[in-house]
């Protein structure tokens, strides 16, 4: 946190205490080259509204309008290329998020103290047809992935439960110190409040502990959309919500990943992600992997098959303290994201379990260490 603060007073603020953060140290020379830095660039000149006087984008083909079936739009029952999701599919998009991040962020104070780089608004396309989105420029903690997902789709708020799986990600949320400084004295420690799990499950039900048993009170999200998904796949009102005014004063964290609506096209299942709050180096990559094995589960149960993950970003942010480990990972050349299978037939997503999935041909750089902003 020290070395955060020190680079923060090395980057200065403007006027309003906003600037650019625009160190020379953190544009390196990552495998994306020259063709990264040019794509930011150019997204920075382009003008709203392609075609207009001095924009950079090709104009409209002839005769076309906002919406119309161009010769770049597919055709009917036509699936796009990877290409037409963007300039580069797959972890580049990342890659270059982060870079833009760093180029182009401005520098913002946050509620750990930590400071961070910002951009509000990103997104990003993975396909998830014969691949699994699982970054490989740095290995990914995919234990933690997966026993995380489990223990939200079980609805549970117990943070010892997922420890004693080996998976400590949300021990310092659920610690003693950290519920004391959110005013949750009387609390038993590892009660997270009505988090992830329970607004998935059990969305408007009166949250007591983690131990209550809430069988059948409130809304069980994650089933509707199943069953929506089987009974009425182009609805277009097939959504999650974990965000929940009512009891975001009860939650030790207010849901960062906050929405996911799912879509039906030609017998594929999508899933678009809203993230209110995007921790570029920790949380994103295993966002990105939480929110593709959930489609892929889904899909499993409705007889789909897995299409996209299309992942929007509120504030897109690097911590002061992840920007030299973010520097390192960059310069490294992303290598093909592995594949997932799922290893015997599950009709309810409740019964899903750890040893039901297996991650193949993963063969990622070593990981990078960076610290938790709690």
């Not at 010769?71 to 998020?97: D, V």
């Not at 789709?153 to 004693?164: C, H, Q």
């Not at 131990?211 to 009974?231: A, F, P, R, W």
């Not at 299309?310 to 960059?330: F, R, S």
């Amino acid at each position: 946190m020290g070395e955060g603060r020190a680079a923060a007073g090395r980057g200065g603020k403007g006027k309003g205490g906003r600037r650019r953060w625009r160190p020379r140290s953190a544009r390196p020379s990552a495998p994306l080259g020259g063709k990264g830095q040019a794509l930011a660039a150019s997204e920075e000149r382009r003008p709203a509204g392609g075609g207009q006087p001095g924009s950079r984008s090709p104009p409209r083909p002839a005769g076309s309008c906002p919406g119309s079936l161009s010769p770049a739009m597919p055709a009917e029952g036509e699936q796009p290329s990877a290409a037409a999701a963007g300039p580069e599919p797959g972890e580049p998009q990342y890659l270059r998020q982060v870079r833009h991040i760093l180029q182009y962020g401005h520098r913002k104070e946050d509620r750990t103290g930590t400071g961070t780089i910002s951009v509000f608004g990103m997104q990003a396309r993975y396909s998830l047809r014969d691949q699994f989105p699982l970054l490989t420029t740095k290995r990914v903690f995919w234990k933690g992935v997966l026993e995380e997902l489990l223990w939200f789709i079980k609805g549970s708020t117990n943070a010892k439960e997922l420890s004693a799986k080996g998976v400590k990600i949300w021990d310092a949320n659920g610690s003693r110190e950290f519920l004391d400084k959110q005013g949750f004295r009387t609390r038993e420690e590892g009660d997270l409040g009505p988090v992830y799990g329970f607004q998935w499950r059990h969305f408007g039900a009166e949250y007591k502990d983690m131990h209550t048993d809430y069988s059948n009170q409130g809304v069980d999200q994650l089933q509707k959309v199943i069953e929506m998904i089987k009974t009425n796949p182009d609805d277009r009102r097939i959504i999650m919500c974990a965000w929940n005014p009512k009891d975001i004063s009860l939650m030790a964290l207010p849901p960062c990943h906050a929405l996911c609506q799912f879509y039906v096209l030609n017998g594929e299942l999508s899933c678009q992600l809203y993230q209110r709050s995007g921790d570029m180096g920790l949380g994103v990559p295993f966002n990105i992997a939480s929110y593709s094995l959930l489609t892929y589960m889904i899909a499993h149960v409705t007889g789909l098959k897995p299409g996209e993950f299309i992942h929007t970003l509120g504030d897109a942010h690097i911590y002061l303290n992840h920007v030299e480990p973010l520097k390192v990972q960059l310069q490294r050349e992303p290598r093909p994201f592995p594949k997932l299978r799922i290893l015997r037939k599950v009709e309810d997503i409740s019964d899903f379990k750890a040893e039901d999935f297996q991650i193949e041909d993963y063969n990622p750089h070593p990981p990078i260490k960076m610290e938790m902003a709690v």
